[in-house]
């Protein structure tokens, strides 16, 4: 999924927000694509858009950064419609996948965005546009040396709280206890957010972030879950 971050050195090539990963279309998640692309689509455009021209209306903006499948963000959107939904995800499988549930599913506010997420975050969404970020379960890259990798570092915190409005969520979930300690860390650091658990620590769970298939076997595993959630001060 995501790795870091911003790139402060024009002269060198850009990290970008993802890792490619390899993997083909399936007939139908080609033929979602083909058709829904077009009402449900964003296609990056380098300068600031009104995402309520997306969606018609004028309702609260919630952004899921790298959605892997999609099934967590389907279901989100199916349960709450009074809010928009915009995904940003690199992964094509990924994309044909989440627009074909969304088909099925009827849904009117969900919209997706096959592009880097931090170029998406800097040109297109423009700042205090943002009611919630949601990060599930970004690439941990758990290899020490790989740790600057890691999509959640100061630069990236700050793009995100320029996008969000005053009192909008962060929320951010991982398997990884080692991850899940240095988000704590990095953005318990940050005056731009305030963290919602009682002992400023981990989150319990909430109801409405659903439990993946990836999860659900971890945990028959033993593996852990951590959630952290904040809010923009």
């Known amino acids: ?4 971050s911003i790139d ?6 850009a990290i970008r927000s993802f890792v490619r990963r390899a993997g083909r279309m399936t007939p139908g998640q080609q033929r979602a694509m083909d058709e829904m692309w077009p009402t449900c689509g964003i296609d990056f455009i380098p300068a600031p858009a009104d995402p309520s021209a997306w969606f018609g209306n004028q309702h609260p903006l919630t952004v ?3 959605f ?11 349960l709450a419609p009074e809010r928009n939904f915009l995904g940003i995800e690199v992964h094509e499988p ?6 074909m549930n969304a088909r099925d599913a ?12 931090v170029e998406v975050l800097k040109h297109q969404l423009p700042d205090h546009s943002v009611d919630r970020f949601l990060i599930f379960f ?23 709280a320029s996008k969000l409005r005053r009192g909008g969520r962060l929320h951010l979930a991982t398997d990884w206890e080692n991850y899940a300690e240095q988000m704590l860390e990095v953005i318990g650091s940050s005056p731009l957010f305030e963290n919602l658990a009682p002992e400023g620590g981990f989150s319990p769970r909430p109801q409405d972030r659903p439990v993946t298939k990836f999860e ?10 951590w959630d952290l959630l904040f809010v923009r001060v």
């Open 106 to 117: 009827g849904l009117s506010n969900l919209r997706v965005s096959r592009h880097d997420a």
């Open 216 to 225: 659900r076997r971890g945990q028959r595993l033993g593996h852990g879950t």
């Open 94 to 99: 990924g994309v044909g996948r989440l627009l």
């Open 138 to 160: 970004p690439d941990p890259w758990h290899k020490k040396r790989h740790h600057k990798r890691r999509l959640i570092q100061p630069a990236f915190l700050e793009l995100l």
């Open 68 to 78: 892997g499948m999609g099934d967590s963000l389907v279901e989100l959107a199916r």
């Open 1 to 4: 999924m995501s790795e870091s």
């Open 8 to 13: 402060k050195h024009p002269q060198h090539r």
């Open 64 to 66: 899921e950064i790298g």
